[in-house]
């Protein structure tokens, strides 16, 4: 079973930005339509964004992120990024990230059940 390893959360103020970073713990020749989740204490884990397998890529992104958030992937790597800009206190949550192994498809996914192998997650909290 292929892990996701996540990377790049941290502290920031409001206003700032992070970029997270997503890679598979081994090598594989899969290539994987992708979704960045987060949890908030005392609430249900939610999609934030998602992108299809294609290198090209289809993408969703929650109303709470629209404008703000960038998901972008290099496949050569299959490594996925989320470049998170004007970040809000609301923001702040455990960020998940999550694959589905798929041969290229323009197809992306919203529901955790869709995805089967994740991340342990990294805390992005956001100050005031």
């Known amino acids: 079973q292929v892990r996701l390893v996540e990377s790049g959360g941290g502290l920031v103020q409001a206003g700032g930005s992070l970029r997270l970073t997503c890679t598979p713990s081994?090598?594989?020749?899969?290539?994987?339509?992708m979704g960045w989740f987060r949890q908030a204490p005392g609430k249900e884990r939610e999609i934030v964004v998602a992108?299809?397998?294609?290198?090209?890529?289809?993408?969703y992104y929650a109303d709470s992120v629209k404008g703000r958030f960038t998901i972008s992937r290099d496949n050569a790597k299959n490594t996925v990024y989320l470049q998170m800009n004007s970040l809000k206190p609301e923001d702040t949550a455990v960020y998940y990230c999550?694959?589905?192994?798929?041969?290229?498809?323009?197809?992306?996914?919203?529901?955790?059940?869709?995805?089967?192998?994740w991340g342990q997650g990294t805390q992005v909290t956001v100050s005031s």
């Open positions: 999550a694959g589905r192994p798929e041969y290229y498809s323009s197809t992306y996914y919203l529901g955790e059940s869709d995805y089967t192998n």
């Open positions: 081994k090598r594989t020749a899969s290539t994987y339509a």
């Open positions: 992108i299809s397998s294609w290198s090209v890529g289809n993408t």
